[in-house]
């Protein structure tokens, strides 16, 4: 079970979300997190799911998806050949001499403090889901208050917008489908 | 022009072409029954709206039209959900158009209100909530578009009740804009002769037709395909009429209980032609030992069908319409560069060999219990041209066997969802949309009782057909599996002979109640029923309650286990080796 990073164009319309999610339930499928906004184009919005999931089953949820009337387009992204970035807020304790290191952590991870009282530091911080993961490694020996993290969200490197893509084959496959990437 | 929400629904289905719904009012929905007295389209006051939507989508399968379907809130709406899902599974073109509680008390849990588009979402091609007048017309079209093309399936309209009184301009959507909606209807044409050139190399080939054929209107194309390329054909239950039974190409059903011969050629074949098909647990038994030395050329409109359950050497996505008549111009192009048909003869032999050592068979005696095949048979024999229906269960089976189809559209049952009941309400909708063809429901004792209140509607809307209940006083197709699988500890399985009393019920109903309960009497009341054509009718088929489906291939097992007949069977005492349905 790998996880894997799928972006998804769809219709800014009522029950999309629903939609999307609820094809990920119905086959069982855990969405590791899952991130929703407005993109450039009017009317369209992307959502950025990480799921964990075999190669197969994966294969089969993205054809389900783009057989959904509201979805665009969806572009599976490959290790490394995306942008991924997550933003996370975290209120760590920080009393006494602990304030000052969580300050130097902070500085080195270049991360931004955004509130500070006697006892808690809250750290707003940006980057690649590894670096958040290792941030939070060193700030739970002080004690992790709350914690709110947006999802990751991606771009596929290179010249081309997702609308320019080509949809993705799965790999292993030993033929290509020739379709257009529409629903049916 | 100023019209009102529901005004504007009408004049849309009407511009769709819609000459009859079928439905019951409510609530919610009521002011969408005020303007259907204006219009000129005819409504069928069903007695359930499950009832509704089976008719609905008996009435698309019969014409390959859209079936359209009314209901109001809540109950409504949720009693529409069986008939969604039905057509879901079986990819039946239907509209399904809802009252919904007003727009301000929407999520209030108003009375008769249930969120129908979030119930609905995974059993519709797709839904919609329409929330102002001015989008009432649109999303009709939308519907319409969507039920109908690609991989047909059924939508859902949710009209709320605020949204119908109020008023608009009227204004007809020319174009549908669905950016994300574009099926692809073109096989690739480079696949197509890869296709062709692996047909024409093929030593065992055999074509596996689904109901996408069907759908496709494309049984002429399917049948030069067939006999330029002298290709033997099988016709899943979905498919039945897509390729005459008289043929001698055709092998007939596939499948758990399909043909001897049907299921091995699959078996032994070195080539699957896949046409609108899917690969269904039902028709290949074991996946993993089905068709193992076979190759697989999949052509599906749907490209999410293509490598679900079996990886295709070559796949192809396109309307069958398209793709066949693309292949078949591919392959004869090649036979006449090859000079001719390739020399498949030992195939063909094998194949004739099958069929003619391992039909199906019942044993009928003079004096014995009246057998169900002999029933279905003598049906068959009268009314050779009929449009059949059927349930779900035994009977289905025997119907799909023993009826010899020869048209598409004269073949309507509940495949993929196996919905008992669905053969009452789903002959009404077909008798509706073919009143000059003769209708006959072939249906379970067990599902006849799950929606026989439609016999009412047949009666108050002049609607007739003719019902055959093959009464085996039992659900006999889970009787079947307790006799086989769980040593004969019968469960919850019995029904009756006469409770109800069905020849009394149909009286009740407005309809001719007949019975037959031994051989000598099948033939005078098929022959009375079928002079009967200003009311519908019911036979009461008294049959043996023992009598067994066969062919079968258990659940689970390869199909190369394939079980022939009674004899064939051995005890399973051993829980664990019991078959999973």
């Not at chain 2, 000459?19 to 359930?48: E, K, N, Q, T």
């Not at chain 2, 049907?262 to 993993?288: E, I, N, P």
């Not at chain 2, 999410?304 to 192809?316: H, L, V």
């Not at chain 2, 003619?356 to 003598?378: A, H, S, T, V």
Request: net charge negative.
């Amino acid at each position: 079970m790998n996880l894997h990073t799928i972006s998804v164009l769809v219709e800014d319309k009522p029950g999309v979300l629903t939609r999307v999610a609820g094809l990920f339930a119905a086959r069982g499928f855990n969405i590791d997190s899952l991130a929703v906004g407005p993109t450039n184009d009017d009317g369209l919005s992307r959502m950025t799911v990480v799921v964990q999931v075999d190669r197969k089953p994966l294969e089969q949820v993205t054809k389900q998806l783009n057989k959904l009337i509201n979805v665009i387009k969806i572009l599976e992204h490959e290790p490394g050949e995306a942008v991924e970035r997550e933003l996370m807020l975290v209120k760590v304790k920080a009393g006494g001499d602990d304030r000052q290191r969580v300050m130097e952590i902070a500085t080195v991870f270049r991360v931004n403090v955004v509130d500070v009282t006697r006892n808690i530091v809250t750290l707003e911080a940006t980057g690649k889901p590894e670096k958040l993961e290792a941030l939070l490694e060193l700030l739970r020996d002080f004690g992790v208050v709350e914690l709110a993290r947006t999802g990751r969200i991606a771009l596929a490197r290179g010249d081309k917008g997702i609308r320019e893509r080509s949809m993705k084959r799965a790999a292993g496959a030993e033929q290509v489908e020739h379709w257009s990437g529409g629903s049916v | 022009m100023k019209v009102t929400g529901a005004q504007a629904m009408f004049k849309a289905l009407e511009g769709e072409g819609v000459d009859i719904v079928f439905g019951i009012p409510g609530g919610a929905i009521l002011p969408a029954y005020d303007p259907l007295l204006d219009s000129s389209i005819r409504h069928v006051l069903c007695r359930h709206e499950q009832g509704a939507g089976h008719a609905a989508e008996g009435y698309a399968w019969a014409t390959g039209k859209v079936g359209v379907a009314i209901a109001t809130s809540g109950p409504g709406g949720c009693n529409l959900v069986t008939a969604l899902a039905d057509a879901k599974m079986d990819s039946v073109p239907m509209v399904a158009i809802t009252g919904q509680v007003p727009t301000p008390v929407v999520g209030n849990d108003a009375f008769q209100e249930a969120d129908i588009t979030g119930i609905t979402m995974p059993v519709t091609k797709h839904n919609m909530l329409v929330r102002t007048p001015g989008e009432v017309a649109e999303a009709i079209r939308e519907a319409f578009h969507i039920a109908s093309t690609g991989r047909p399936g059924p939508v859902l309209v949710d009209l709320p009740k605020d949204v119908l009184i109020a008023e608009t301009t009227w204004e007809w959507p020319e174009n549908v804009d669905l950016p994300g909606y574009k099926p692809t209807m073109k096989g690739n044409l480079r696949q197509v002769r890869s296709a062709a050139r692996m047909i024409l190399e093929a030593k065992r080939p055999v074509l596996y037709v689904g109901g996408g054929v069907i759908k496709a209107n494309a049984t002429k194309e399917l049948f030069k395909l067939a006999t330029d390329g002298h290709l033997p054909v099988v016709t899943t239950l979905m498919a039945r009429g897509a390729f005459p039974d008289s043929h001698e190409l055709a092998l007939g059903m596939p499948g758990m209980h399909g043909g001897y011969a049907a299921v091995t050629a699959m078996q032994k074949a070195d080539l699957l032609v896949a046409l609108g098909s899917r690969f269904d647990d039902r028709v290949t038994g074991k996946l993993d030992a089905f068709a193992p030395g076979a190759k697989i050329i999949h052509v599906d409109i749907d490209p999410a069908e293509i490598g679900k359950n079996r990886q295709a050497d070559i796949p192809i996505v396109g309307d069958a319409k398209d793709v066949i008549a693309k292949l078949h111009a591919e392959l004869k192009r090649l036979q006449e560069e090859a000079d001719g048909v390739p020399d498949r003869r030992e195939w063909h032999a094998t194949l004739k060999d099958w069929q003619e050592r391992f039909p199906y068979r019942y044993d009928q005696q003079d004096d014995g219990p009246l057998k169900p095949q002999f029933c279905i048979e003598r049906l068959y024999e009268h009314a050779q041209d009929a449009i059949v229906v059927s349930g779900v269960g035994q009977h289905q089976m025997w119907a799909s066997q023993f009826w010899r189809f020869e048209k598409p559209r004269t073949w309507i049952n509940s495949g993929g969802l196996g919905t008992m009941g669905f053969a009452v309400p789903a002959a009404l909708g077909a008798a509706a949309g073919k009143p000059d063809e003769r209708v006959i429901a072939i249906d379970g004792d067990g599902c006849f009782q799950m929606t026989a209140q439609e016999l009412a509607t047949s009666t108050t809307e002049s609607i007739p057909f003719v019902t055959a209940i093959i009464n085996n006083a039992h659900l006999g197709m889970v009787r079947q599996w307790q006799e086989l699988f769980y040593e004969e500890r019968y469960s919850q399985v019995y029904l009756s002979y006469d409770v109800p009393d069905y020849v009394k019920l149909a009286e009740a109903y407005g309809a001719v109640g007949l019975r037959a309960e031994h051989p000598e009497e099948v033939d005078a009341v098929i022959e009375k029923a079928l002079s009967i054509t200003d009311r519908s009718v019911v036979i009461d088929f008294r049959v043996d309650a023992k009598e067994m489906c066969f062919p079968m291939v258990p659940a689970g097992a390869s199909n190369d286990d394939i079980i022939t007949g009674p004899e064939g069977l051995r005890p399973v005492n051993d829980p664990a080796e019991a078959p999973v349905a």
